[in-house]
């Protein structure tokens, strides 16, 4: 709750974003908007998250649907 009352859930989950990282080095990124799911390394002190699928969909795919 803010000092404005419930936030909506949608956006309470926009601003909380959950990711969980696994052991086998793939990720989810939860966001209201859509799932993000990917690869992660560590790269120093820096964890590096590279998108494969977004909301389901290949990334590759997303590109070429920008594009057309």
Known sequence: QTPF???PSGF???ADPQLDLRP???FTL???VAPIDGTWKLD???VVLTPSK???MDTKEL???GAA
């Open 5 to 7: 009352g419930k936030m």
């Open 12 to 14: 309470s989950s926009m």
């Open 24 to 26: 086998n080095k793939t």
């Open 30 to 32: 939860y966001l209201a």
């Open 44 to 46: 120093g002190k820096e």
């Open 54 to 56: 977004v909301g389901g």
């Open 63 to 65: 590109g070429k649907k």
